[in-house]
């Protein structure tokens, strides 16, 4: 059975570990967390652990591994008197999970289309700001140079594209990433990593996907079949 | 008489917040307000060096925050103009000696004489721009036109946004005509096209700025130079006067007017 599930919750990452013992639970979540170290790294991540009891010490040892790792314990949610009291002691944010905890269930839709997870910002990345999140991410604005988006699922901006965007990062090669002015720093789908060709005349709208084991852009056409 | 408290930051270094709180405070004060410039940069001061007035240090912003001197003590008046002054920095702290509830705690007590409160804030983005930030109304970053100075502008501009001091105002600093119509510069367009904040003001490169600054006269008290004359501008604005942005640029030995209609970045 799972014992890590990772969710992107709102605007939030959010690690769930649903196995009751700390002792086993800990070295699991060091592993997921390993396994996916890329899209991890530089991320801020909430981290729910339904009834079991942390005190200081596993605290402050975890956020010591989890620094050494470049990830940041942003907040710890749990239903233990004793790991809220810890979390307190030591001022990270900490809440009962109330709603958190249902993550078997699917969002309602009143469709029988199946739907993805996404994650929509109506605002410009400004260099230095960054999203991670194992969905898709949508942006209505720029990304700015400095500024970096690394997503599970494929990244859409209705903007300039300037900064880092790491599509597909859990792994995803199909994943894809959409601009209206593509002009990122860096770009990366998958594990593959693109830089921009230099500075071209026109702005259109384009794609970005795998193809062949190459990362190619491709003019947006209305008649293009996906 | 409840003052204004404007920050003057940049991210970058060098760019020219030093010479935009001197001219500043020096044009405001011009007008007929109350100014007093306050230099946050602990350890690396330099405010007091381009308004002339470091050979008048007795005390400094730091003995005030510890309680050695009463804050009228460590204010140094500019006998050159009727309501400027000037509390220094430390030079031989750093800018751990202070913190941002100090600098409101400070600012507070100056609110009620004041018309303004101008800030020079040190470059970077931890304690001394911290502090600086701390008790500002409003800010303002200086920028130039080079994509290393945009980008870190942006970085502040983010870091004041998630602070609630946001969005702030641009000042763009030792802008040339010639380059720009070159191809070579970055224009105010291409530098609103990312920044994406109301522009105060556009100060072109201009020599005498160097001048003024070894000689200790800010350059906004000789208004035939372009620069003094931008300032000047920048402070009405502040004043809450329209004043259409021009690039003034040298010519002939006249002082050629281009002016440009630009587009105000609104936020977004």
């Known amino acids: 059975?799972?014992?890590?599930?990772?969710?992107?919750?709102?605007?939030?990452?959010?690690?769930?570990?649903?196995?009751?013992?700390?002792?086993?639970?800990?070295?699991?979540?060091?592993?997921?967390?390993?396994?996916?170290?890329?899209?991890?790294?530089g991320a801020r991540i909430a981290l729910n652990v339904d009834s079991i009891d942390l005190d200081l010490e596993d605290i402050q040892v975890l956020i010591e591994e989890l620094s050494g790792r470049?990830?940041?314990?942003?907040?710890?949610?749990?239903?233990?008197e004793i790991t809220f009291g810890s979390a307190?002691?030591?001022?990270?944010?900490?809440?009962?999970?109330?709603?958190?905890?249902?993550?078997?269930?699917?969002?309602?839709?009143?469709?029988?289309?199946?739907?993805?997870?996404?994650?929509?910002?109506?605002?410009?990345?400004?260099?230095?700001?960054?999203?991670?999140?194992?969905?898709?991410?949508?942006?209505?604005?720029?990304?700015?140079?400095?500024?970096?988006?690394?997503?599970?699922?494929n990244v859409i901006i209705w903007g300039r594209l300037r900064g880092t965007v790491h599509a597909g990062a859990t792994g995803n090669a199909d994943a894809i990433v959409c601009a209206l002015d593509?002009?990122?720093?860096?770009?990366?789908?998958?594990?593959?990593?693109?830089?921009?060709?230099?500075?071209?005349?026109?702005?259109?709208?384009?794609?970005?996907?795998?193809?062949?084991?190459?990362?190619?852009?491709?003019?947006?056409?209305?008649?293009?079949?996906? | 008489m409840a003052a204004e408290i404007l920050t003057i930051t940049s991210g970058k270094g060098g760019v020219g917040k030093t010479t935009a709180t001197a001219n500043l405070g020096v044009a405001l004060a011009s007008k007929g307000k109350k100014v007093v410039c306050i230099d946050a940069d602990i350890g690396l001061r330099n405010l007091d060096v381009v308004m002339g007035l470091e050979n008048r240090i007795v005390y400094d912003l730091v003995d005030v925050v510890e309680g050695r001197c009463r804050l009228r003590q460590a204010m140094i008046k500019d006998k050159r103009l009727q309501d400027l002054y000037l509390i220094p920095a430390a030079q031989t702290r750093d800018k751990t000696a202070v913190s941002p509830q100090d600098m409101v705690t400070l600012t507070n007590e100056l609110r009620d004489e004041f018309d303004w409160i101008?800030?020079?804030?040190?470059?970077?983005?931890?304690?001394?721009?911290?502090?600086?930030?701390?008790?500002?109304?409003?800010?303002?970053?200086?920028?130039?036109?080079?994509?290393?100075?945009?980008?870190?502008?942006?970085?502040?501009?983010?870091?004041?946004?998630?602070?609630?001091?946001g969005p702030g105002k641009l000042l763009l600093n030792r802008m040339k005509p010639e380059m720009i119509e070159r191809g070579d510069m970055l224009s105010t367009d291409?530098?609103?096209?990312?920044?994406?904040?109301?522009?105060?003001?556009?100060?072109?490169?201009?020599?005498?700025?160097?001048?003024?600054?070894?000689?200790?006269?800010?350059?906004?008290?000789?208004?035939?130079?372009?620069?003094?004359?931008?300032?000047?501008?920048?402070?009405?604005?502040?004043?809450?006067?329209?004043?259409?942005?021009?690039?003034?640029?040298?010519?002939?030995?006249?002082?050629?007017?281009?002016?440009?209609?630009?587009?105000?970045?609104?936020?977004?």
């Open chain 1, 70 to 80: 470049d990830i940041h314990l942003r907040a710890i949610y749990s239903t233990s």
């Open chain 2, 190 to 268: 291409d530098i609103l096209d990312v920044l994406a904040i109301d522009l105060i003001g556009i100060i072109p490169e201009d020599e005498s700025v160097i001048v003024a600054s070894n000689r200790g006269i800010p350059v906004a008290l000789e208004t035939k130079t372009l620069a003094g004359k931008a300032y000047n501008n920048i402070a009405l604005r502040l004043l809450g006067n329209e004043v259409p942005f021009e690039i003034l640029q040298y010519k002939d030995g006249f002082m050629h007017k281009l002016s440009r209609l630009v587009r105000l970045g609104g936020t977004r």
């Open chain 1, 182 to 226: 593509l002009s990122p720093t860096q770009l990366r789908i998958g594990s593959y990593i693109a830089v921009s060709p230099g500075r071209r005349k026109k702005i259109k709208p384009e794609v970005v996907r795998l193809h062949n084991g190459q990362l190619v852009a491709e003019e947006w056409q209305e008649s293009r079949r996906n």
């Open chain 2, 118 to 165: 101008l800030i020079d804030s040190p470059a970077g983005i931890e304690r001394g721009f911290r502090n600086a930030l701390a008790p500002a109304d409003m800010v303002v970053i200086v920028t130039n036109p080079e994509v290393s100075a945009v980008r870190d502008a942006d970085r502040i501009i983010g870091i004041i946004e998630a602070e609630e001091k």
């Open chain 1, 1 to 41: 059975m799972m014992m890590i599930t990772i969710k992107g919750i709102g605007e939030s990452l959010q690690v769930f570990v649903l196995e009751q013992d700390w002792n086993t639970a800990y070295p699991s979540l060091l592993e997921a967390l390993s396994e996916q170290s890329e899209f991890f790294q």
């Open chain 1, 88 to 153: 307190a002691q030591l001022g990270i944010a900490h809440s009962l999970p109330s709603e958190q905890l249902n993550n078997g269930d699917e969002p309602c839709f009143d469709t029988e289309l199946r739907g993805e997870e996404a994650i929509f910002l109506q605002r410009t990345l400004r260099s230095g700001q960054s999203i991670h999140y194992p969905g898709h991410v949508i942006i209505l604005g720029d990304v700015n140079p400095g500024s970096e988006i690394i997503a599970g699922g």
